[in-house]
T-cell receptor
Framework: AQSVTQLGSHVSVSEGALVLLRCNYS??????LFWYVQYPNQGLQLLLK??????LVKGINGFEAEFKKSETSFHLTKPSAHMSDAAEYFC??????????FGTGTRLTIIP | EAGVAQSPRYKIIEKRQSVAFWCNPI?????LYWYQQILGQGPKLLIQ????????DSQLPKDRFSAERLKGVDSTLKIQPAKLEDSAVYLC????????????FGQGTRLTVV
């Protein structure tokens, strides 16, 4: 079955610390992978995506993610957290059918 | 470039009443989606349109939900009659046709059923 799993519904990090948000997927076909961010009362905004090619993908606001096929993972990282990074983050997968399946989301809190 | 427009932003109705949401996608985007996002969960696809045709409505509760996309541009999603469990944010998104293209989301309509 095709699925998306985000480990940790809530993550708290100190300002300036490393941010790591985890995403794993289950798929029988090569997936297309996305990370979206959602600020309160807002829609979703694309952070980055992986389709083909280089497995390390850089996105907006200093975020990056690495596609690891052997681990079926697409974890999101940022070297140094900023207060403005506080939001909900969603991993999403296109299993080759032009629609997104979302994980349950991770709420990121930044501690001053 | 204008984004995906949705209205209203907020709606409160009593159970068993009807409600309609409107979405205007980005100009030229052939594919339009409606997602339901229940509090604490990720968005769940309700229906996908390609131009004015339905591609996937397998997750749409058809006994109470309906959607249309006349002329392949804007779209409406209707709930009749509403249940308490329909309380959620309804998100509209659009993309150019094709795989792995970026989906652009509207700000959503927050529905509260009391």
């Amino acid at each position: 079955a095709q699925s998306v799993t985000q480990l940790g519904s809530h993550v708290s990090v100190s300002e300036g610390a490393l941010v790591l948000l985890r995403c794993n997927y289950s798929s029988s076909v090569p997936p297309y992978l996305f990370w979206y961010v959602q600020y309160p009362n807002q829609g979703l905004q694309l952070l980055l995506k992986y389709t083909t090619g280089a497995t390390l993908v850089k996105g907006i606001n200093g975020f990056e993610a690495e596609f690891k096929k052997s681990e079926t993972s697409f974890h999101l990282t940022k070297p140094s957290a900023h207060m403005s990074d506080a939001a909900e983050y969603f991993c999403a997968v296109d299993f080759g059918n032009e629609k997104l399946t979302f994980g349950t989301g991770t709420r990121l809190t930044i501690i001053p | 470039e204008a984004g995906v427009a949705q209205s209203p932003r907020y709606k409160i109705i009593e159970k068993r009443q009807s409600v309609a949401f409107w979405c205007n996608p980005i100009s030229g985007h052939a594919t339009l989606y409606w997602y339901q996002q229940i509090l604490g969960q990720g968005p769940k696809l309700l229906i996908q349109f390609q131009n004015n045709g339905v591609v996937d409505d397998s997750q749409l509760p058809k006994d109470r939900f309906s959607a249309e996309r006349l002329k392949g541009v804007d779209s409406t999603l209707k709930i009749q009659p509403a249940k308490l469990e329909d309380s959620a944010v309804y998100l509209c998104a659009s993309t150019q046709a094709g795989y792995a293209t970026e989906a652009f989301f509207g700000q959503g309509t927050r529905l509260t059923v009391v």
